[in-house]
């Protein structure tokens, strides 16, 4: 059932936008300050940033690296619901009544909560909004199709209604080919693979990133109309 096939899933996304409550005098100011400190914290070195054959400025450096630490902080996360979903999958393969696979999905849906729950509140908006993404990359649906699979179009849309309020749009689809961030987030998540600190998992759409580099620096090359 499609139902069951997105379920688990949708236990990370309502965690994750119920996460994004933060008390009223917070602003995106402070969160980047915030991100900031974490990120000079990081005792991890970079080798120099260089995008389309161009070395970043300080304050876009600096961005590339808040960029980065929201990467490594969120995709561990998408990756997990990715597997946990392909588990539950298999689990309800063995089961042949409808009422046993809803008592094995509810089993699975309490100990995600359990476990995950405490950590994904910690997120911030913008790793929320990063998550999101991820998760897109990795199953090929959008939070809010996986919502609404789940819900009904009415929950859904109730949903994405209260994520935006948290700047997080559920709708949104990652896009390396389109939207720059995104290409920024593949180019962080093949240096991640590449360097062991984060666990490569294959994406829904896998993704060449030799040719989305020259696919960027191409568009560099062309002068704005």
């Not at 059932?1 to 009223?24: D, P």
């Not at 991890?44 to 970043?56: A, G, P, T, V, Y």
């Not at 729950?117 to 908006?125: G, P, Q």
């Amino acid at each position: 059932m499609r139902f069951i096939r997105f379920s688990v899933l949708f236990v990370f996304l309502t965690t994750a936008v119920h996460a994004q409550v933060i008390s009223g005098d917070s602003t995106k100011r402070s969160e980047v300050l915030e991100e900031s400190d974490e990120v000079l914290n990081d005792t991890i070195q970079l080798e120099e940033i260089i995008i389309s054959k161009e070395k970043l400025d300080p304050e876009a450096r600096k961005q590339f690296l808040i960029l980065q630490n929201r990467v490594y902080r969120t995709y561990p996360y998408a990756k997990l619901a990715s597997e946990r979903l392909t588990l539950l999958n298999k689990g309800m393969e063995r089961l042949s009544t409808n009422k046993e696979k809803k008592k094995y999905f509810k089993i699975v849906e309490d100990y995600l909560n359990n476990e995950f729950e405490a950590k994904l509140k910690k997120l911030s908006r913008s790793q929320g909004r990063i998550l999101v993404k991820l998760i897109h990359r990795q199953t090929g649906t959008s939070t809010f199709e996986l919502v609404r699979t789940l819900k009904s179009g009415w929950k859904a849309f109730w949903s994405n209604t209260a994520a935006s309020m948290f700047d997080i749009n559920l709708k949104t689809e990652y896009a390396p080919y389109e939207v720059n961030e995104d290409f920024l987030i593949e180019t962080i998540l093949a240096r991640g693979f590449e360097s062991g600190r984060l666990q490569n998992q294959t994406p829904a759409k896998p993704v060449d990133i030799d040719n989305l580099n020259h696919f960027w620096e191409s568009k560099a090359q062309i002068p704005n109309l």
